[in-house]
């Protein structure tokens, strides 16, 4: 009898628990079959039209990924993407960590910096193209100063100067969101440490190396990985500049995908988005197992 | 991941363009049958031959119809003269009375114009005195905006010219008095004396009366004053003729002007533009003007020459180009443009509201013009001409009529097309119940954003095809058509265009690939080198070169305003009048490109060879000295020109090579052939000193280079895939290609014979008038640069761009050739790539 009610009562605990996933299941679906229809689904259909001819719909193997990697304007595109990116995270994420310490410091008065840095998120990107166009191009107004003063006036769309042009834009305008992330990530560390760590006669460099930093390695993951994924919003800048042709510095990823679409080489393009987004996916992988471990 | 996510995005915004080309009776996207549409009715009265003149309503719902024809020339009589009829219909165009027209006699050798009819039925005509002993008619001009032609006299020779539309109506003996009447309803007629009219020293300015509108006792006259050239001069028309536009309300009794509207100048920035071009419509007392480049109303009443623009609306947008407006009971206003395309603003309202497109026309081909409209309850009566006829046509709106979506296709257009047009006509001749949707993308065609706009498009086409959505057809001109073929899009037309030897052989064979023939063009040009006999002579890129060279550098002529051009003699002409770089590279580029560029790959040296010959006629052209105003000036304006020999005239969309050598100011031009180039042709072998005019392919790197254009496909994945090759059987059928196009010649034989009939025909009655008869060239001509043909142009932005990009600079001698080439390239490096 005993044994009866003990099974009879594990019996219900396992419902409840079955009762109780099936609750969080319904709840997790709208998001997944979102998920299933806007990604998952399309990039199953990619994955498939990248071992598949265009044409004749004939499988091709690997063959179509040999010619991707083959392809000198994809190694070109993924060096490009790779530098800018391996350059303007750095920059952005160690600028916009500096800025929000100031603006922290700054208690109360920093407030409407919070806003003003924020602000190029919210300029249209065509507005941006018109203030490229004024600063950089040849008769722009930063040429305009180097004339007066007596330089030569620097060719910036068509040179390498272009890459720094891209890096500065997109600082510029990724700085303020990256420094809210900070700051959100800065409010969360107990006061009561920072107390502590005077106590013990800790000064402001050892409190933010020694409590801030440790503190804000979560914050960073969620910022290395936003910002990674602006990296990839920067192409509509480039593009309305300069064309699905710019010069070779700033000739990235999406322009080649762009261009490739236009073209309707779907296949080649498919197989191109699949390799950048394994390379995405294990170098997200990886900084979370790092982050993890950090923990 | 990120393919899924641009599709994915593309595809959500894929029907941006939906609303914009929306009409009444487009075949529901949904696929379900729909009702109610505009039904088109001819109606045109028993006019025979004869010209319509004019064609309006009444406020009583008659309509009215006065045409004039020439009598014939017969062994009794032989003279001809002016016959005038008139026709009323009271039941909408169902039946037409006849209106006798004795009062006609009297001007049967009067040249009559602006002829219209009132509320009460009396006639109100301009009559033009002539001086007799200029009879002669040995030239004719077309007027490139309505097709109406005119003939011109050989003595003395005058030209009207709107410059905003390119309006060129040109010639008329010389002027002795014009004379305004009204022909009672009982016959009786009523001279109307115009006081400014009258005051106009004839012997010194002609006149061109637009408009005429009487209402009761006031008469609306509106009318540009032109000073007359001397009797050898050329004259070439290049700044806005409109400076000596006047408008007037003419009180009838007393002959004196009682108001009008202001001169108003139109300016762009710092630029003062000129006069505006206007449009004007009539309701009763009122009158409205629609200046095309202010994008304004006006408006005055006849009666008293008060100012009612603040009644009239303030429509959005800009760039409306209206041909006709009308106005229904409630005072609405009903607009046509020179598409077709019927629009209303609702009394009080700012909405220009697209009620019936152009594309709904059966009447609608390519060299017609909507010449007049008007409404009468619901119903729009337009009358139609063009050089194949002329028409009036009625549009009711049938709340009944079904709009079967089997029926319906969907064509994609990166421009506008005439063959898309002639075709659309015809197939809806077979079957009205068939609707047209064309999906054409709205360019702003500034220059910073046109190629973002056109790969907008083409994103958005390339996203309906993969998503099974995309239209039926596609005009493929700018489109990767290419592409498209390699990964099986297009359709097989081989079947569709029946029997192959029906067509210019080497076009149809250039477009055939292995597995078919997916993509056929409708129309092409031949890149052509023109000129006197020397130009026989040459056969390639160098001859052109040592030519040039053997002679002088161009003299440039300056025409910034009405002016006179002045033959140089034939020892003093450049051999190409060529000014600036960019020019000659665009018109000398097609007959190399294919060398230079086959698709993949630059070919190094003879793009060295190419602009080693482009710097060498740089530099004996002296065009670095050439301003780039003085080059603009010297271009003219519309192509037209008036002979310094002989007074002939010539109106055509040339360039300004070609037209330098009509002016006697060169010895060849370089110009793409056409069938109706023939036209062009005809008028330039008066103008020089040679009478017969020698074509050769254009001397370049590849051979028997030619531009094929309106080049059509079918979607292979349409569920109208059938309707789809109807149409394109249409597009290529003998009616529709026997249209004149400035998009090229027809690809079909037969309609190349007729077009060359209708210009035989054409020089056969200038010759029965004339005493400098005619050669008939064209047939060598034509089969001289017909035959032959190897390689078709497809131009390439990114190389076209590359080039042109390095073009000045390399003219200039700031960096040399094989710096210019080492430069193109590698800034084409990575397209290169790309394709690889």
Redesign the interface.
């Known amino acids: 009898m005993e044994i009866l009610k003990k099974t009879k009562s594990k019996s219900n605990l396992n419902l409840s628990l079955i009762y109780k996933n099936c609750i969080g299941y319904v709840f997790l679906l709208p998001s997944f079959i979102g998920v299933c229809v ?2 998952l689904i ?2 199953a ?2 994955l498939k039209r990248s071992f598949f001819s ?3 719909s004939k499988f091709q193997g690997l063959s179509i990924y040999d010619s991707v990697i083959s ?3 994809f190694r ?1 595109a993924v060096s490009n993407t790779s530098k800018f990116i391996v350059t303007c995270i750095p920059i952005l994420i160690v600028a916009s960590i500096i800025l929000a310490i100031i603006i922290k410091a700054l208690q109360g008065q920093g407030e409407i910096f919070k806003t003003t840095f924020l602000l190029p998120m919210a300029i249209p990107v065509a507005s941006i193209v018109l203030l490229w166009r004024a600063l950089f191009f040849e008769k722009g107004l930063i040429n305009g100063i180097l004339v007066s003063t007596g330089k030569q006036p620097v060719d910036f769309m068509n040179t390498d100067v272009a890459f720094w042009v891209l890096i500065l834009t997109y600082v510029w305008k990724n700085c303020g969101y990256d420094v809210i992330l900070w700051l959100s990530g800065m409010d969360g560390i107990s006061v009561s440490l920072y107390e502590a760590a005077y106590v013990d006669g800790a000064g402001a460099w050892k409190s933010f190396w020694y409590i801030t930093l440790p503190s804000l390695l979560p914050t960073m993951f969620l910022t290395v990985v936003l910002s990674l994924i602006n990296t ?1 919003k920067v192409f509509r800048e480039a ?2 500049v300069a ?3 710019p010069h ?1 510095s700033i ?1 990235l ?2 322009h ?11 296949e080649r ?2 197989a ?3 390799m ?2 394994g390379v ?1 996916l294990i170098l997200i992988l990886l900084m979370q197992k790092f982050w993890n471990e950090s923990d | 991941m990120l393919a899924a996510i641009i599709l994915t995005l593309t595809a959500c915004n894929s029907n941006k363009n939906d609303v914009n080309n929306s009409s009444g009776s487009d075949g529901d996207p949904s696929g379900e049958i729909t009702k109610g549409r505009y039904i088109e009715t001819d109606i045109t009265p028993p006019v025979g031959k004869g010209h319509i003149n004019y064609f309006g309503a009444r406020d009583d719902g008659s309509l009215d119809v006065i045409f004039t024809e020439a009598s014939d020339i017969t062994e009794e009589s032989t003279e001809q003269h002016q016959i005038i009829k008139h026709f009323n219909s009271k039941d909408g165009g169902k039946t037409w009375d006849s209106i006798p027209t004795d009062w006609a006699e009297k001007f049967k050798d009067i040249s009559l114009s602006n002829i219209m009819v009132d509320n009460e039925g009396s006639i109100v005509f301009t009559a033009y005195e002539y001086e007799k002993s200029s009879e002669n008619l040995d030239s004719v001009v077309t007027n490139q905006s309505t097709g109406e032609s005119d003939t011109v006299d050989s003595e003395s020779v005058d030209i009207d010219v709107n410059q905003t539309e390119g309006e060129a109506s040109i010639a008329r003996p010389k002027l002795l008095d014009i004379k305004f009447y009204r022909i009672l309803a009982n016959g009786e007629e009523q001279e109307i004396k115009v006081n400014d009219v009258q005051n106009i020293d004839f012997e010194k300015n002609d006149l061109y009366f637009q408009e005429l509108y009487i209402y009761e006792d006031k008469l609306f006259i509106a009318y540009t004053v032109y000073p007359v050239q001397s009797e050898n001069s050329a004259m070439v028309v290049s700044s806005d003729a409109s400076d000596g536009a006047m408008n007037m309300i003419i009180d009838i009794n007393t002959g004196d002007s009682v108001g009008g509207f202001e001169s108003e100048d139109v300016s762009s920035g710092d630029e003062n533009m000129g006069q505006d071009h206007y449009t004007y419509g009539y309701n009763k007392n009122k009158i409205i003007r629609y200046g095309s480049m202010s994008s304004k109303f006006k408006g005055i009443n006849i009666d008293d020459g008060s100012d009612i623009s603040k009644d009239l609306p303030k429509i959005d947008g800009e760039n409306n180009y209206f041909s006709n407006f009308a106005f229904d009971a409630e005072g609405n206003i009903y607009t046509s443009d020179w598409q077709f395309n019927i629009s209303r603003i609702v009394s009080g309202g700012s909405i220009l509201e697209k009620i019936i497109d152009g594309n709904e026309f059966i009447s609608a081909t390519s060299d017609s013009n909507p010449n007049s409209m008007t409404i009468i309850d619901e119903t729009i009566y337009i009358y139609i001409w063009g050089t194949a006829g002329q028409s009036i046509i009625k549009m009711d709106y049938d709340s009944e009529a079904i709009n079967d979506p089997a029926k319906s296709l969907t064509i994609f257009t990166l421009s506008e097309s005439e063959s898309l047009r002639n075709a659309i006509a015809e197939i809806r001749k077979k079957d009205p119940d068939i609707s047209i949707k064309i999906d054409t993308p709205e360019f702003s065609y500034e220059a910073d954003s046109y190629t973002t706009e056109m790969e907008d498009a083409l994103r958005k086409l390339n996203t309906e095809i993969l998503a099974g959505k995309g239209p039926d057809l596609i005009l493929l001109d700018g489109t990767p058509f290419e592409s498209y073929i390699d990964k099986g899009i297009l359709a097989d037309l081989s079947e569709a265009i029946g029997n192959e030897s029906d067509y210019v052989s080497s076009v149809i064979n250039s477009f055939k690939t292995d597995k078919g023939l997916f993509a056929v063009p409708a129309r092409f040009k031949v890149p052509a080198l023109m000129g006197g006999q020397e130009v026989e002579g040459i056969k390639t890129l160098q001859d052109l070169v040592d030519a040039i060279k053997q002679n002088p550098a161009p003299v440039v002529k300056s025409v910034n305003g009405p002016g006179e051009i002045e033959p140089i003699p034939a020892e003093e002409r450049a051999f190409l009048y060529a000014l600036t770089p960019v020019e000659l590279f665009s018109n000398l580029y097609p007959s190399s490109a294919p060398a230079i560029f086959d698709g993949g790959s630059i070919n190094k040296e003879n793009l060295n060879t190419f602009l080693t010959a482009i710097k060498e006629i740089y530099d004996h052209n002296k065009m670095g000295d050439i301003s780039e105003e003085d080059a603009q000036n010297a271009g003219g304006g519309f192509g037209m020109g008036i002979s310094t020999e002989d007074g002939k005239a010539i109106s055509a969309f040339c360039n300004s090579m070609f037209q330098a050598f009509g002016e006697g100011q060169s010895k060849a031009a370089l110009e793409n052939y056409v069938s109706d180039t023939i036209g062009i042709m005809a008028s330039f072998t008066g103008l020089n000193s040679d009478p017969k005019l020698y074509a050769v392919h254009q001397p370049g790197l590849s051979n028997g280079v030619y531009i094929p254009s309106d080049i059509i496909g079918v979607v292979e994945s349409s569920q109208k895939k059938d309707l789809a090759l109807d149409f394109v059987r249409c597009m290529l059928s003998e009616s529709a290609q026997n249209y004149y196009s400035y998009q090229g010649s027809p690809v079909r034989n037969s309609s190349i014979d007729f077009q060359r009939k209708v210009y035989d025909d054409y020089l056969a009655e200038i010759e029965k008038y004339g005493d400098n008869p005619r050669e008939t060239f064209e047939t060598d001509l034509r089969s001289s640069l017909f035959d032959n043909l190897e390689t078709p142009y497809i131009s390439n932005e990114v190389i076209l761009t590359s080039i042109n990009d390095v073009l000045d600079s390399m003219c200039k001698g700031d960096i040399s050739v094989d710096d210019a080439v080492n430069k193109i390239i590698k800034d084409s490096e990575i397209y290169l790539a790309e394709k690889d």
């Not at chain 1, 080649?256 to 779907?266: A, C, E, P, S, V």
């Open positions: 806007f990604v399309p990039f259909d990619t265009d044409g004749t392809n000198k304007a070109l990839f593009y309305l064309g699905s042709y070779k000739y990823l999406q080649l995908f762009n261009n490739w679409f236009l073209d309707l080489d779907i393009m498919s191109a988005a699949v950048v987004a995405l």
